[in-house]
């Protein structure tokens, strides 16, 4: 099943979009679009080609074939352009825990090039929104993996992107610190216009957050609709969890490879 949805002003357009390795094929002919304020999740059981796709949106990894715009601009011939109007949090922690969370924004400020005068602005208005005025002085190093997250997220944002790429935002966290972060997800999103496009593996975030979900196996796109329409696809009665086992061909799994537990259990111990 797939289902385009009804918005319009697109932000977000992937074209027969490829990556091959070698013989094998990680995302294979993907086609999909996401509109301007959208939440959109991508689910997939690890190996699905959920983290390719993202590399291949932040342009942090070139196309086999296929094109993709966001914001308007090619990841292929505008990946300056791109760059600029996206944020990126992804899966590994993205912050440096020798420096203190003001400092992090600082850097990253910098390597935006926002203007000086705006600087010290923009980053209380982050710090303040993300609720960490108060530890703004602390090494990062002593913050809880909600706190790092809600960092990263801040740090993600200060140049005010038109789409905010966020890959598994929550893992490794507990489910208070998982709402606490998706709480200012949401407001950011009603507060700035801004489109979120995730991965996760936990289905009651999909569910309760996303406008419309992708659901991707073996590389390819089985399923897209809105959490709704992709359950009365099966007919009366059936679950998110039904679907995901219907379209990626099993249960959800948080890893079965070895090199993805490795990773998610990584992230979970940096993230405390």
Not at 5 to 23: A, P
Not at 52 to 59: A, E, R, S, V
Not at 237 to 243: A, I, M, S
Request: glycine share 10%; hydrophobic share 40%.
């Amino acid at each position: 099943m797939v289902s385009s949805g009804n918005m319009s002003n697109l932000v977000l357009e992937i074209k027969n979009l490829t990556r091959r390795f070698g013989v094998f094929t990680a995302v294979d002919d993907l086609t999909l679009s996401v509109n301007a304020g959208e939440v959109f999740g991508l689910l997939g059981s690890n190996g699905a080609g959920k983290t390719t796709t993202i590399k291949m949106l932040t342009t942090l990894l070139p196309p086999t074939s296929g094109e993709a715009r966001v914001a308007g601009f090619s990841i292929t011939t505008q990946a300056v352009g791109v760059r600029r109007a996206i944020g990126y949090v992804p899966q590994a922690v993205s912050v440096d825990g020798s420096l203190t969370g003001y400092e992090n924004l600082l850097i990253f400020a910098k390597l935006y090039d926002l203007p000086h005068r705006e600087q010290q602005a923009r980053i209380a208005e982050a710090l303040d929104f993300m609720n960490l005025a108060a530890d703004a002085k602390r090494l990062v190093g002593e913050y809880s993996g909600g706190m790092v997250r809600r960092l990263e997220i801040a740090q993600s944002t200060l140049h005010r992107p038109k789409v905010l790429f966020l890959d598994e935002p929550t893992v490794g966290l507990d489910p208070i610190a998982r709402d606490a972060v998706w709480k200012h997800l949401i407001d950011m999103r009603a507060n700035y216009g801004t489109t979120l496009f995730f991965t996760t593996h936990y289905l009651e975030e999909a569910e309760s957050h996303c406008d419309r979900i992708a659901i991707m196996h073996q590389g390819k796109l089985d399923a897209l609709g809105t959490c709704k329409e992709l359950e009365a696809s099966l007919g009366p009665g059936h679950t998110l969890n039904d679907v995901f086992v219907h379209y990626a061909g099993s249960a959800l799994d948080t890893g079965n490879n070895f090199r993805a537990v490795s990773a998610e259990r990584a992230t979970a111990e940096r993230l405390g």
